[in-house]
């Protein structure tokens, strides 16, 4: 499997939604709070992979200098729609290209779009070099283990079991010998497919360490509280330079 295939599916599906999905994203999830007590006055944050720039309401709190950047050009216009005052950019967060720059990077469910170590490790290398010394990197993931949502890793893998593989093709555009252990895939409105990695917090922490960050804190979140791998909404980690 080529990790491109399945990010330019993501990609486009995002391009094609943008609207009813920034719809669906109007609010910040609670499990996002615990990001605000290590942000300053003054900082300069990174939203890598904003969307449509819900964040910004999180963040207004703070007298920041805010940049929020999205390989999607669907959901940056609506982001720039939603909150014409700040910057927006459409940027690769795999060649995002910045050194030193930021105090705070910030992604919500960014890292579970990509398909492979490489493509994980050298996001988080671009991450660690976009950074400045000593600055936080705030992550949320999906937590696709949760058994009471009905996208989850069990029950995409007994939907990938019941179908054929040309039904499977069909649905999802990809092929199932092309997707590795841990590998979601699911489906937004009318056939839009995006893909998921299923993390646990062992597995962020091993990456998070291999690309020289410390982690503070790494943990099942369920609305702002702490929670375990089959009811919590997120796994929330904060690491430092």
Same mark, same amino acid.
């Given at each position: 499997m080529k990790p491109e295939k399945l990010q330019k599916i993501t990609r486009k599906s995002y391009d094609s939604i943008s609207r009813q999905f920034s719809k669906s994203r109007k609010y910040v999830w609670s499990d996002l709070a615990v990001f605000l007590p290590d942000i300053k006055d003054g900082d300069? /944050?990174?939203?890598?992979?904003? !969307?449509?720039?819900?964040? /910004? #309401?999180?963040?207004?709190?703070?007298?920041?200098? @805010?940049?929020?950047? #999205?390989?999607?050009? !669907?959901?940056?216009?609506?982001? =720039? *729609? @939603?909150?014409?005052?700040?910057?927006?950019?459409? =940027?690769?967060?795999?060649?995002? !290209? @910045?050194?030193?720059?930021?105090?705070?990077?910030i992604t919500s469910a960014v890292l579970n779009h990509m398909p492979d170590n490489e493509s994980r490790r050298l996001f988080l290398k671009n991450v660690y070099q976009a950074l400045k010394p000593g600055g936080y990197?705030?992550?949320? %993931?999906?937590?696709?283990? %949760?058994?009471?949502?009905?996208? %989850?890793?069990?029950?995409?893998?007994? *939907?990938?079991? =019941?179908?054929? #593989?040309?039904?499977?093709?069909?649905? @999802?555009?990809?092929k199932k010998t092309e997707l590795q252990p841990g590998d979601v895939m699911t489906e937004w409105g009318q056939g839009d497919v995006l893909y998921y990695y299923a993390f646990i917090p062992l597995e962020l922490k091993d990456l998070l360490q291999k690309s020289k960050f410390k982690v503070l804190k790494n943990y099942y979140s369920f609305d702002g509280e702490k929670s375990t791998k089959f009811k919590s909404r997120n796994i929330i980690t904060i690491a430092q330079k």
């Open positions: 300069r /944050v990174l939203d890598l992979g904003c !969307g449509n720039g819900r964040l /910004v #309401d999180l963040l207004a709190v703070k007298k920041i200098k @805010y940049i929020g950047v #999205d390989n999607s050009r !669907g959901l940056i216009k609506q982001a =720039k *729609e @939603y909150h014409p005052k700040e910057k927006f950019k459409v =940027k690769d967060a795999l060649k995002l !290209g @910045y050194k030193n720059e930021f105090d705070v990077i990197f705030m992550m949320s %993931n999906w937590n696709m283990w %949760n058994t009471e949502r009905k996208k %989850n890793i069990q029950n995409f893998l007994i *939907e990938k079991d =019941k179908l054929s #593989d040309n039904a499977f093709y069909q649905k @999802y555009k990809i």
